[in-house]
């Protein structure tokens, strides 16, 4: 997180128009409550007190009660005025709900302005400060897959192709789109115009054509990444921007087949990614059922390597038919490490000195924790550079990924460690000692985000009919290969097979940073004989830096969710944070497993290459970059070995298990 992007943050909630059914009901109560109060005023209680009213008249040495009638009117006007808070505070209620009707409500359904909107987000922590029930609330909404302008409509895609079986627009909206194009003038207006166009604030954004847009955008009016705010329609910026491209592009058929309509473009601006042309499209497979602490899981992988699913699933079948993983989470924290410059070696000893004070660790605890509700630092190492001073932050954040989180309570403690050593330089807030993003023997060894490790056993009779092996063939390939082998190759974590493939497809399945697969993927496989007659198989992978999150970046979008919520750890868990986050990496950690146990079985039993020629080569023809558009897209609907329906094909993968 290193470029300052908010992979982190949950989706502000967009501003929506009020409910118009919800403002009259509000409307109708408040008349009510004054049509109940005015009878109240009114009712025969009051005639009954009119008739009753008692005055003590003295009459010699004694007082003589008579009975008087006020006058109706006199009554009503004591009643009236003549209140108690209860009816104040109802009367004021009604009338401000009156008011927002009127006032507000009713203005909002106004055309939208234009408005020099600032599109740049702050990098803070993405669920701090947010109602976390309405939150959940929000995820629910996020999962149905809407989309900006054909939520209901059906999409059906052909392999190789991004066209679909209802890809052009509704009869009512080409209607609506030919009746507004009709209204803007056929050849686009000069520069001047379109320019007092845009900014008139009484005008709207439908008031210009894509063209007249375009050229403003080429004149620098408007700034490419800002069309959408100012556009307030998301999919017609994506849409102008590839138009503005395209002209650019030497093959101007480049992106006839990267799709962009039908996605839900205002959960990406600002938080994902910036100058949208489109999406790609994955496949996304599902592995298990694998049990992992007494609960079964379905891990779904996007990943376009054939094999790789089909054998991590065998790995699950025979994790299954064992019992299961069992799973610890032995350490949770995030890091950052900025880089301090002081004058001499002797200001740097001083540094370190202080911050090693219990107490003073205290003070840069509290002002760390004040920066998030979830952020919680629980240590600080100092690693000196001559004049220069690395400190290690390191903190739980909660169900969040934590970078960003990690960051702003960083810079809150280094304030106030400067407050203590004016001549204190910061030189940068990420030192390279974190480590983010690059191999590093720290993250191996003193561990980063979620330190996990699992074990399961696996019987001798399971070994030889699910994995083809047996178990003493695999004890000896895992320590020629993954130990002996990766010494050799002098490995920074990597003592396994392959467990970035599997993590990797997860990572992407669930909405990751997929860059934080290189120090996720920090995994060191063991296998042991175990048994009476050391016929079972003792497998444990221990994987000390899982960066992952359920909340922010990519978990916002609603594929992403659909993937977290098939595992049961979609959003922040509201009864303990940092739960869902954990369970995520103990899923991860487990099913990494099972892909080092399918593919090391592979290789014990020679399968390897024998599965990818059968089962990882498409027979569709390669074509020359020449081959014109036409024939693309009649090899696109041709059908392909690549889709395997048959189940005995798939029988056959897994149980061959070959992956690279």
């Known amino acids: ?27 109708v109560m408040s008349f009510g409550l004054v049509v109940v109060h005015a009878h109240r005023i009114t009712s025969d209680d009051v005639i009954e007190d009119r008739n009753n009213q008692t005055l003590l008249v003295p009459s010699g040495d004694d007082t003589v009660e008579m009975t008087h009638q006020i006058p109706l009117w006199q009554l009503y006007i004591m009643r009236a005025v003549t209140v108690n808070v209860e009816q104040v505070f109802t009367c004021v209620l009604a009338l401000v709900l009156m008011a927002k009707f009127f006032y507000i409500d009713v203005a909002d359904k106004k055309r939208t302005r234009f408005t020099s909107y600032n599109s740049e987000h702050s990098n803070c922590d993405l669920y701090d400060g947010i109602d976390l029930s309405s939150l959940l609330h929000k995820h629910k909404d996020l999962t149905d897959i809407s989309t900006q302008t054909t939520p209901k409509r059906k999409r059906m895609f052909r392999i190789g192709s991004v066209t679909s079986e209802n890809s052009s627009s509704s009869e009512a909206e080409q209607s609506e789109e030919d009746e507004h194009s009709a209204c803007l003038p056929k050849q686009p207006r000069s520069l001047e115009e379109c320019l007092k166009i845009l900014n008139n604030p009484d005008n709207v954004p439908d008031e210009l054509s894509n063209e007249e847009i375009k050229q403003l955008v080429l004149a620098k009016h408007i700034q490419s990444y800002k069309m959408e705010d100012i556009l307030q329609d ?68 996007a990943t376009t390597e054939g094999t790789l699913v089909a054998s991590t699933n065998r790995g699950c079948r025979a994790l299954k038919e064992s019992g299961g993983v069992t799973t610890v989470v032995y350490r949770d924290g995030m890091t950052r490490a900025p880089v301090l410059q002081l004058p001499s070696i002797q200001h740097v000893a001083k540094v370190k000195k202080w911050i090693d004070n219990c107490d003073n660790f205290q003070q840069l605890k509290q002002a760390f924790d004040s920066s998030s509700r979830f952020a919680k630092l629980t240590s600080i190492q100092p690693s000196i550079a001559g004049r220069n001073i690395y400190l290690r932050f390191v903190s739980t954040t909660g169900d969040a990924m934590g970078m960003n989180m990690v960051s702003k309570g960083t810079e809150k403690s280094l304030k106030l460690l400067q407050e203590n050593f004016p001549e204190l330089e910061v030189l940068s807030l990420s030192g390279n000692l974190c480590t983010d993003k690059k191999p590093a023997a720290v993250n191996w060894i003193e561990g980063r985000g979620k330190s996990v490790t699992c074990e399961a056993i696996i019987p001798g009779d399971v070994v030889k009919k699910i994995l083809k092996t047996s178990t003493s063939a695999l004890v000896d390939l895992n320590t020629k290969k993954n130990l002996i082998g990766s010494a050799l190759a002098g490995t920074l974590g990597g003592c396994n097979a392959h467990a970035a493939n599997v993590v990797t497809a997860i990572f992407v399945a669930t909405g990751q940073d997929v860059a934080q697969n290189i120090a996720s993927s920090n995994c060191l496989t063991m296998m042991e004989s175990t048994g009476k007659n050391g016929e079972d198989l003792y497998m444990s992978c221990t994987m000390p830096s899982i960066e992952v999150g359920t909340i922010g970046g990519g978990t916002v979008l609603p594929a992403q969710q659909a993937c977290l919520q098939m595992l049961g750890v979609k959003g922040p868990c509201i009864i303990k944070p940092g739960r869902n986050a954990s369970k995520l990496a103990s899923i991860v950690c487990s099913t990494v497993l099972a892909g080092e146990l399918s593919l090391m079985s592979a290789l014990a039993a020679g399968h390897l290459v024998k599965s990818h020629m059968k089962h990882n080569r498409s027979s569709q023809n390669i074509t020359s970059g020449n081959e014109t558009t036409d024939n693309l897209n009649l090899a696109n609907n041709v059908k392909t070995e690549i889709i395997m329906t048959g189940t005995n094909q798939e029988e056959k993968i897994e149980n061959e298990g070959g992956v690279r």
């Open 1 to 27: 997180m290193e470029q300052g992007k908010p992979s982190e943050s949950l989706e502000e909630q967009q501003p929506s128009t009020a409910n118009p059914v919800l403002q009259k009901v509000k409307l």
């Open 234 to 301: 998301h999919e017609r910026g994506v849409f102008i921007r590839r138009d503005i491209l395209t002209d650019k592009l030497s093959d101007h058929l480049s992106l006839e087949h990267l799709p962009f309509k039908g996605y839900n473009y205002s959960l990406v601006h600002g938080a994902c990614c910036e100058n949208v042309i489109g999406y790609v499209p994955l496949p996304v497979g599902i592995a298990g059922p694998i049990t992992v602490d007494g609960k079964q899981y379905m891990v779904p992988m």
